[in-house]
Nanobody, 121 residues
Framework: QLQAFGGGLVQAGDSLRLSCTAS????????MGWFRQAPGKAREFVAAISWNGVAAIYADSVKGRFAISRVDTKNMVSLQMNSLKPEDTAVYYC????????????????WGQGTLVTVSS
């Protein structure tokens, strides 16, 4: 089970930190990721971090503004979001896989319930 939290209403330019806790899986074996889904749009990749924390990848739209990190002792993955823009408004989902996760939604096996981020202009 994945539980995401930390969403909210912020203004453009603000920062927000999302976190996701995991239970019922071997967290240290899992690549962890974040996706988002804006109203009327398909779910899209945001960021992912490898099981050992060595590698991270980002969508071009968030590169340089967002940072993904993990704390295995807490079974937690976080997404630090800086310089937020109205187009970042979406429901953000965390995801996990014991395979190698990537930008493709199909490469992820477990999903959280989502947390809403709203960025006003």
């Amino acid at each position: 089970q994945l539980q995401a939290f930390g969403g909210g209403l912020v203004q453009a330019g603000d920062s927000l930190r999302l976190s996701c806790t995991a239970s019922g899986l071997i967290f240290a074996n899992c690549d962890m990721g974040w996706f988002r889904q804006a109203p009327g749009k398909a779910r899209e990749f945001v960021a992912a971090i490898s099981w050992n924390g060595v590698a991270a990848i980002y969508a071009d739209s968030v590169k340089g503004r967002f940072a993904i990190s993990r704390v295995d002792t807490k079974n937690m993955v976080s997404l630090q979001m800086n310089s937020l823009k109205p187009e970042d408004t979406a429901v953000y989902y965390c995801a996990a896989t014991e395979r190698r996760g990537g930008r493709n939604i199909g490469s992820w096996d477990f999903w959280g319930q989502g947390t809403l981020v709203t960025v006003s202009s």
